[in-house]
């Protein structure tokens, strides 16, 4: 054994140079004190630290908790480890369905909306129909019952002659309440075009406008149902006067304001499900 010192030879196992008397072993030696795992030296280059040196414990616990290197040039999560959306494909039938119900809703004020059955001394039994424009019209212009019927048909002139102030029925404000009502029906059938367009597109919006037009349509038509149950009230009274020896007049709802009355209800039902499907894709 060489002293690193001097360079003199000495025998094995010495601990001291015999010639400078320098001390021949290590200067770490293997010791129970020094060889633990906290104090092992360990180069920390290889986890890009910038600190020179840190212990093995640290740097097995950094290797542990490091993220796990990229597969094949991955970015992302594989596929299969994704969370899977729900299908578009209900959300956009319901939506196309619900928007053909709408469209239905533009020919029913077309459709009629009250049929009338009269008598009249000397004359077949007459009838006649009027659709929803024409109802909230005679509703507007008249201002009661007598009015009403002396307008609606050639066999009803003079009938004012006959029929006295006390028994007719006054519409009251009647010419602002047909105003009122036809426009808010008018206003349901505007925002139904806005929720056709809104559903064909999918739009979150078209669920709010669907359930807004589909409540003032049904308001709307609960209105004429109203307005002509009290038109046969009217009526009523004045075949009662007359006890049916000159006329007879009854009115019939038609069923065009309880379809869209129906129609209404169920759109709003698949605008419902419509957000629930929208909520459900979104998870």
């Known amino acids: 054994m060489n002293c690193k010192k001097c360079g003199a030879d000495n025998f094995d196992g010495a601990k001291f140079c015999g010639r400078c008397g320098a001390s021949l072993q290590s200067d770490f030696a293997e010791t129970p004190e020094n060889n633990t795992t906290e ?15 840190e212990s093995k414990k640290q740097a097995v616990r950094k290797l542990e908790f490091a993220p796990a290197p990229k597969v094949w040039g991955e970015t992302e999560a594989p596929a299969a480890l994704r969370p899977q959306r729900a299908s578009k494909l209900p959300h956009l039938i319901v939506s196309l369905f619900t928007a053909l119900l709408a469209a239905l809703q533009f020919f029913l004020p077309t459709a009629d909306w009250v049929t009338y059955n009269y008598r009249v001394v000397g004359h077949d039994l007459g009838h006649g129909s009027m659709h929803l424009y024409e109802l909230c019209k005679k509703f507007f212009m008249d201002k009661s019952v007598v009015t009403f019927l002396t307008g609606l048909n050639d066999d009803f002139m003079g009938i004012n002659k006959f029929i006295p102030s006390s028994v007719d029925t006054k519409f009251g404000q009647g010419r602002i309440a047909a105003l009122a009502l036809a426009a808010v029906l008018a206003l349901s059938l505007l925002l139904y075009f806005v929720f056709i367009v809104l559903a064909v597109f999918r739009r979150r919006a078209a669920v709010i406008v669907g359930m807004v037009a589909g ?20 009526v009523d009274k004045i075949n009662r006067f007359i006890s049916e020896k000159w006329i007879n007049i009854q009115f019939n709802v038609c069923s065009a304001p309880i379809l869209s009355i129906a129609l209404s209800a169920v759109i709003i039902v698949f605008c419902g499900v419509m957000a629930a499907l929208r909520s459900r894709e979104n998870r």
């Open 39 to 53: 104090n092992i030296i360990t180069d920390n280059s290889l986890y890009g630290e910038t600190q020179p040196f």
């Open 215 to 234: 409540l003032l349509n049904i308001a709307g038509c609960f209105s004429v149902l109203v307005a002509v149950d009290m038109l046969n009230s009217g």
